[in-house]
């Protein structure tokens, strides 16, 4: 299983950036997936998460401003970031859980940067 993460960057407050991971080796449409994040000092947490049938959920601290999507024919998930804020500098992880025995699976990270 390959998950490759991109669209990270440095971003003004206030900015927006798209994240997308790219899967392979796994039968992304049945597998819930999921975008994590790590601030330096920080433990990794969950950002949001999105089932097979397309439930989403998010943690409060980014409600309203980000949007897990997937493309079932493409293999890729997406995180929309909008309104940035500081608070949101870390490495975002892609995570795929596997359908049948939800093994977890991490992409390599992409850092997004939130600066004036």
């Known amino acids: 299983v390959q998950l490759q993460a991109s669209g990270g960057g440095l971003v003004q407050p206030g900015g927006s950036l798209r994240l997308s991971c790219a899967a392979s080796g796994i039968i992304f449409r049945l597998g819930t997936m999921a975008w994590y994040r790590q601030a330096p000092g920080n433990q990794r947490e969950l950002v949001a998460d999105i089932t097979a049938d397309g439930t989403t959920t998010y943690t409060d601290s980014i409600k309203g401003r980000f949007t897990i999507s997937r493309d079932n024919a493409k293999n890729t998930l997406y995180l929309q970031m909008n309104s940035l804020q500081l608070e949101d500098t870390a490495v975002y992880y892609c995570?795929?859980?596997?359908?049948?025995?939800?093994?977890?699976?991490w992409g390599q990270g992409t850092q997004v940067t939130v600066s004036s």
């Open positions: 995570n795929a859980k596997r359908y049948f025995d939800g093994t977890s699976y």
